[in-house]
């Protein structure tokens, strides 16, 4: 079974709105933590925001969000006042809790293809 | 501060050659991660290192690839003999220390082509 799944392949969102891209994850450790990267065009792999399993509130990075949905297993990352430049793939990842053995590196979903209109 | 440095940026190479990557982790990084990314499979673990010991390489695909951290300022990638199928995006990637939150800094990739 897939530990993260994406169900966007792609998106495509006018300039200035809000967008909501979409990651379910899959664990049964009651510590893990949940990333998002951005990948542009140039390939590079770029740090947005991260989510910890005991955090009480949602994180927020300038126009990131992430609205994590603990009991559904969700980890929808919120991007406001979308811009030309957020036009990228974005990942959804995951690291497990070492109570379940988990690793150090990332597991990583398939990713969403954003793109951003004008 | 610099980033985690990756050569060469873009690779062509013929099937049966030797093919070696290169990384230079973030200074006083602990951690180093080799990942794979193509279109297929996405994104996938190959091997990482802490304090230049290798930790897990059960995503290394086969006794072709092999990884090296001779200090904790360099790691090599190397795969020989190369084929088709090895075309892809190799990444390194250095994080500080182990934990739940720490976050896992990517250098820029290396595209190699394998024809």
């Known amino acids: 079974a897939q530990k993260i799944t994406q169900t966007q392949p792609g998106m495509f969102v006018q300039e200035k709105e809000a967008v909501t891209l979409d990651c379910t994850y899959d664990?049964?450790?009651?510590?893990?933590?949940l990333f998002w990267y951005k990948q542009p065009s140039s390939g590079e792999m770029i740090f947005l925001i991260y989510q910890g399993s005991y955090d009480q509130q949602n994180a927020t990075e300038g126009r990131y969000s992430l609205n994590f949905q603990k009991a559904r297993k969700s980890a929808n990352l919120v991007i406001s006042a979308s811009q030309l430049g957020d036009s990228a793939m974005y990942f959804c990842?995951?690291?497990?809790?070492?109570?379940?053995?988990?690793?150090?590196?990332?597991?990583f979903g398939k990713g969403t293809h954003l793109i951003i209109q004008p | 501060d610099a980033g985690v440095i990756q050569s060469p940026r873009h690779e062509v190479t013929e099937m049966g050659q030797e093919v070696t990557l290169r990384c230079k982790p973030i200074s006083g990084h602990d951690y180093l991660f080799w990942y794979r990314q193509t279109m297929m499979r996405g994104l996938e673990l190959l091997i990482y290192?802490?304090?230049?010991?290798?930790?897990?390489d059960s995503g290394m695909p086969e006794d072709r690839f092999s990884a090296k951290m001779p200090n904790a300022s360099f790691s090599t990638l190397k795969i020989q003999p190369s084929e088709p199928r090895d075309s892809a995006v190799y990444f390194c990637a250095s994080s500080a220390y182990r934990g739940l939150g720490n976050t896992i800094y990517f250098g820029e990739g290396s595209w190699l082509t394998v024809v």
């Open positions: 290192f802490n304090n230049n010991v290798p930790i897990d």
């Open positions: 990842a995951m690291r497990e809790g070492q109570e379940g053995g988990g690793a150090d590196g990332l597991t």
């Open positions: 664990t049964s450790d009651p510590s893990y933590g």
